[in-house]
């Protein structure tokens, strides 16, 4: 499921937990087993949900929520409704209500107005919790935008140079996830074969296609869309190796 705020579902229809109740009805199509919920902005993401999801059996515990930033000065100048102490409320929800939660993010780094203060705060952050995938983004002053108002203050150099310190974390984080993933069985959709690389791939109920990475499956034979439990013997990067 995927909208500009997949959290908002049902809102113009005056529906109170609008997604629960859309997730509710999933739950019963049969043949349906997987359920993902891409892009929920998190003023949205409510306990409830939360709970619905860590409880269910066909949604996966996939939480995609674009936090952009956790400095309450830079998130105010971004006009987002939450503030840092709502932010950790939700992921501690989601690490209290959640066996193995995949939580994916992204934060954007050279905000107008983002000091070194802030900046070490974002880090200091992004190091604390064990976030699954985060994407990083510098910050792009286009005339169009809301944030065009104030003044680029962060130079293109330093903008990148903030970046690349954010993605040694986030590579870091990735790959201890992964070392904790090695010996354990899971369940894994077949995606097919790849021609240029003769390799079977697949993917966890976790790993949304092109973006969270892939399972590289050794001596499996399984048809494409067949869903067969493997177990993790490797990784490479984001990319776990199973058979």
């Known amino acids: 499921l995927v909208a500009q705020d997949s959290t908002m579902y049902g809102f113009d229809l005056k529906l109170k937990n609008g997604l629960i109740k859309l997730l509710e009805t999933l739950e019963k199509v049969d043949g349906l087993e997987w359920i993902r919920i891409l892009y929920g902005y998190p003023t949205f993401y409510s306990e409830d ?3 619905f999801i860590a409880g269910s059996e066909k949604v996966a ?9 956790c400095s309450d000065t830079i998130l105010k100048k971004m006009a987002r409704q939450e503030r840092k102490k709502d932010i950790k409320i939700i992921l501690e929800n989601i690490n209290r209500y959640s066996q193995s939660p995949f939580i994916r993010t992204a ?4 905000f107008p107005g983002e000091t070194k203060k802030e900046f070490n705060e974002l880090s200091q952050f992004i190091d604390e919790w064990n976030f699954s995938r985060v994407g990083i983004f510098q ?6 935008s809301d944030a065009y108002k104030y003044k680029d203050t962060v130079s293109s150099k330093e903008k990148e140079e903030r970046a ?3 993605m040694d974390i986030v590579d870091e984080k990735i790959k201890e996830i992964n070392q904790k993933s090695v010996g354990k069985k899971i369940k894994v959709i077949v995606d097919g074969f790849r021609e240029d690389e003769m390799i079977v791939t697949g ?9 969270d990475g892939e399972i590289i499956l050794q001596e499996v034979e399984a ?3 067949e869903i067969v439990e493997v177990e ?3 990784f490479s990067g984001p990319d776990l190796i199973a058979g």
């Open 139 to 144: 910050y792009s002053h286009e005339e169009l």
């Open 203 to 211: 993917r966890t109920s976790q790993m949304s296609p092109d973006i």
């Open 61 to 69: 515990d996939y939480f995609d929520i674009p936090f952009q930033h």
């Open 107 to 110: 934060f954007i780094t050279g």
């Open 223 to 225: 048809q494409e869309g």
């Open 164 to 166: 690349h310190i954010l």
């Open 49 to 51: 949900l939360i709970k």
């Open 232 to 234: 993790v013997k490797a």
